[in-house]
């Protein structure tokens, strides 16, 4: 695998390859890789020629900065990974290759900007956004994998290219999960065994909801579920939402999908996980 540190190597190393004729697949992390990364470049490697992966820990998209401070950077374990998983190229910058001094970016991505997610954490998916936009544009790939663990970003992603005619597919892959059910993440590190045991109940509900789910019971079912996680002791509640697969929005009789979609903190690790129901 190579392993680039400066944008100019990196572009001048993918033209060669662009020109060939290969194609391109960007897998974007911030690392501390687990088999949810890993899915996403085997996906990548079904369906373009030569895969790049991207670990950056992008300070624009965290409003905690002890999140920011205290996010796992294993890096010499995941070059391990992506190399035992046959990827290509590896993209690993410094902050200050990608960000000039008080660089300014706003998008007008809607109303996507401030529900779920956003609510939560204000100023998150202009981050994403900012660094995304850079990465395509460095790496101009033909297909970028995205996780639906992550189903906002997806959704925010796709209309920034979308809005701004980037030449670019969009693939979303599905959520890779521990034996028990637990959302693969990278903050998973920092739970205790107790508190791995705790967030189980979030990936509980969402199952509960996918099997029990009915177009004509989604307030009840909200509200039941909602009261499972926020009554787990040790769980510290932010929302629970059966949303429309496409705007966000709150699900109506309607929406062509539906997905269920949640994020709580457990001890003081902020968790998110989401399960299609319709
Ligand atoms: P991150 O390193 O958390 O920014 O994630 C990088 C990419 O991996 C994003 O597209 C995530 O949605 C995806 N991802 C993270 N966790 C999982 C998972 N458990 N299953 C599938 N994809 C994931």
């Given at each position: 695998?190579?392993?680039?540190?400066?944008?100019?190597?990196?572009?001048?190393?993918?033209?060669?390859?662009?020109?060939?004729?290969?194609?391109?697949?960007?897998?974007?992390?911030?690392?501390?890789?687990?088999?949810?990364?890993?899915?996403?470049?085997?996906?990548?490697?079904?369906?373009?020629?030569?895969?790049?992966?991207?670990?950056?820990?992008?300070?624009?998209?965290?409003?905690?900065?002890?999140?920011?401070?205290?996010?796992?950077?294993?890096?010499?374990?995941?070059?391990?990974?992506?190399?035992?998983?046959?990827?290509?190229?590896?993209?690993?910058?410094?902050?200050?290759?990608?960000?000039?001094?008080?660089?300014?970016?706003?998008?007008?991505?809607g109303a996507l900007?401030?529900l779920l997610?956003?609510?939560?954490?204000?100023?998150?998916?202009?981050?994403?956004?900012?660094?995304?936009?850079?990465?395509?544009?460095?790496?101009?790939?033909?297909?970028?994998?995205?996780?639906?663990?992550?189903y906002q970003?997806v959704m925010?992603?796709s209309r920034?290219?979308e809005?701004?005619?980037?030449?670019?597919?969009?693939?979303?892959?599905?959520?890779?999960?521990?034996?028990?059910?637990?959302?693969?993440?990278?903050?998973?590190?920092?739970?205790?065994?107790?508190?791995?045991?705790?967030?189980?109940?979030?990936?509980?509900?969402?199952?509960?909801l996918r099997?029990h789910f009915s177009v004509d019971e989604m307030a009840d079912l909200q509200q039941?579920g909602?009261?499972?996680?926020?009554?787990?002791?040790?769980?510290?509640?932010?929302?629970l939402e059966l949303a429309d697969g496409e705007t966000l929005l709150p699900a109506t009789p309607q929406s062509k999908s539906i997905v269920a979609l949640?994020?709580?903190?457990?001890?003081?690790?902020?968790?998110?996980?989401n399960v299609i129901v319709k």
């Amino acid at each position: 695998m190579k392993v680039f540190k400066l944008k100019t190597d990196l572009q001048q190393y993918l033209n060669d390859l662009r020109a060939e004729g290969k194609t391109i697949g960007l897998t974007a992390t911030m690392g501390a890789l687990h088999q949810g990364h890993l899915s996403l470049v085997a996906r990548a490697k079904e369906q373009t020629d030569v895969v790049v992966a991207t670990i950056f820990v992008n300070p624009t998209q965290f409003n905690d900065p002890k999140d920011l401070e205290k996010y796992p950077r294993p890096i010499a374990h995941d070059i391990r990974l992506l190399e035992q998983a046959g990827c290509d190229v590896l993209f690993n910058p410094e902050v200050t290759e990608m960000y000039a001094a008080n660089e300014q970016w706003h998008l007008d991505i809607g109303a996507l900007e401030h529900l779920l997610e956003g609510k939560f954490r204000p100023g998150h998916y202009q981050g994403v956004t900012q660094i995304v936009f850079k990465l395509f544009d460095v790496v101009k790939p033909d297909l970028a994998f995205f996780g639906q663990k992550d189903y906002q970003q997806v959704m925010v992603i796709s209309r920034m290219v979308e809005l701004l005619s980037l030449p670019v597919k969009l693939v979303m892959c599905p959520i890779e999960r521990e034996a028990d059910g637990l959302a693969m993440s990278s903050r998973n590190v920092h739970l205790s065994a107790q508190e791995h045991q705790t967030a189980l109940v979030l990936s509980k509900t969402l199952f509960w909801l996918r099997d029990h789910f009915s177009v004509d019971e989604m307030a009840d079912l909200q509200q039941q579920g909602t009261d499972q996680i926020s009554h787990a002791p040790g769980v510290d509640f932010e929302y629970l939402e059966l949303a429309d697969g496409e705007t966000l929005l709150p699900a109506t009789p309607q929406s062509k999908s539906i997905v269920a979609l949640v994020a709580a903190k457990v001890g003081a690790t902020r968790l998110i996980d989401n399960v299609i129901v319709k």
